[in-house]
């Protein structure tokens, strides 16, 4: 589908293509290097003219666009439903949790249970490396 835009510069180019033409009609009885001299020159102070105008054109196309605006819906709030009323914790079941959370990681232990986590042995140091025999001995 042609752009209103398109037609619009296609028809200033015709335009211009007819303006050279009327010109060079009007110069037909000159001489061929008056003709070739003068619409050179023509050309060179009118193509700027029409290039600016055709991106003027364009320009102004792209301002018309209209942009799509989204309407944001208002959220309803949720009057009929009933809500979990949070019952607040004790500061004990708090405390206990946090014993919890501890003994999951692995560092406090109750005075009272005495299980104690058992730690990993270490390995044991054989001592310093014998020396080894020379071969030169045993022959």
């Given amino acids: 589908m042609i752009q209103p835009v398109d037609v619009v510069i296609r028809v200033v180019c015709v335009l211009y293509f007819l303006f050279l033409y009327s010109m060079l009609q009007l110069l037909q009885k000159k001489s061929i290097d008056l003709k070739v001299m003068s619409l050179t020159y023509i050309m060179i102070a009118t193509c700027p003219c ?3 105008l055709i991106r003027c054109i364009r320009e102004w196309a792209a301002r018309k666009k209209p942009i799509p605006i989204k309407i ?12 979990d009323i949070k019952v607040a914790q004790t500061q004990a079941e708090i405390l206990q949790a946090q014993r919890k959370k501890a003994k999951e990681i692995g560092g406090v232990v109750d005075a009272k249970s005495g299980d104690k986590k058992k730690k990993a042995k270490t390995p044991k140091r054989k001592g310093p490396p014998k020396p080894k025999k020379d071969k030169t001995e045993n022959v």
């Fill in 50 to 52: 029409l290039w600016g």
């Fill in 72 to 83: 944001k819906q208002k959220k309803k709030p949720d009057i009929a439903t009933k809500k």
